[in-house]
């Protein structure tokens, strides 16, 4: 069984700090896909990585997919109130042998105070 | 822009009542999902769909059905309400192609069942 572990849960910062979050995984992942979550909303997609240490970035926000492709980091520096939300990881996974669902973590719920 | 849409932003039905939840997506995705996403339990997979009249169980179906009559719409329907269905019910589209599979969410439902 395919699973992505999501750290920290829970993430409580003053703004102008900088946070890491991480998702990790024993399985290879041929993608995975950063979202956040904004409370009362659905998930929207920030960024998908692909290549085994590929780097994106998305204005403070830094993506990292490991070098093997199982596990990925977010960065952000100087956090805003306006970066608040859930965080998810989610990677390509399969179901009796169809490719196209995603495995998702549980998330990092993040808190950027004034 | 992908746009999904779902019926209703907060329903409120009573046990044992027959509920439906619709989804529509815009952007002639092959592939649909529901989701219901719990405080601790993450996003779970309840049915997803490849095509038109097919479906496929995800990982808690029991208590649910879903329809797929037309390509851009995706019903779910909880034949019976219980409380323990309470939840924030998300519904998801993407591309059926090679690449990441990037999920894109509606808004949500917030089903209450009293």
């Known amino acids: 069984t395919q699973l992505l572990e999501q750290s920290p849960q829970f993430l409580s910062i003053q703004e102008g700090e900088n946070l890491t979050v991480y998702c990790n995984s024993s399985s290879v992942f041929s993608s995975l896909q950063w979202y956040r979550q904004e409370p009362g909303e659905g998930p929207v997609l920030l960024v998908t990585?692909?290549?085994?240490?590929e780097v994106k970035k998305l204005k403070r926000l830094t993506f990292q997919f490991g070098d093997a492709r199982k596990d990925s980091s977010l960065h952000i520096t100087a956090a805003q109130p306006g970066d608040t939300g859930l965080y998810l990881c989610a990677g390509d996974g399969w179901y009796g042998g169809s490719q196209g669902n995603l495995i998702f973590g549980k998330g990092t719920k993040l808190s950027v105070k004034p | 822009d992908v746009k999904v849409t779902q019926s209703s932003r907060y329903l409120v039905k009573r046990t044992g009542e027959k509920v439906f939840l619709e989804c529509v997506q815009d952007m002639d995705h092959e592939n649909m999902f529901w989701y219901r996403q719990d405080p601790g339990l993450g996003l779970r997979l309840i049915y997803f769909s490849y095509d038109v009249k097919m479906k496929e169980k995800g990982d808690i179906p029991e208590g649910y059905s879903v329809s797929r009559e037309k390509k851009e719409r995706f019903s779910l329907i909880l034949e019976s309400a219980s409380t323990n269905q309470t939840s924030m019910y998300l519904c998801a589209s993407s591309w059926a192609g090679t690449g990441g599979y990037e999920q894109y969410f509606g808004p949500g439902t917030r089903l209450t069942v009293t």
């Open positions: 990585v692909v290549t085994g240490g």
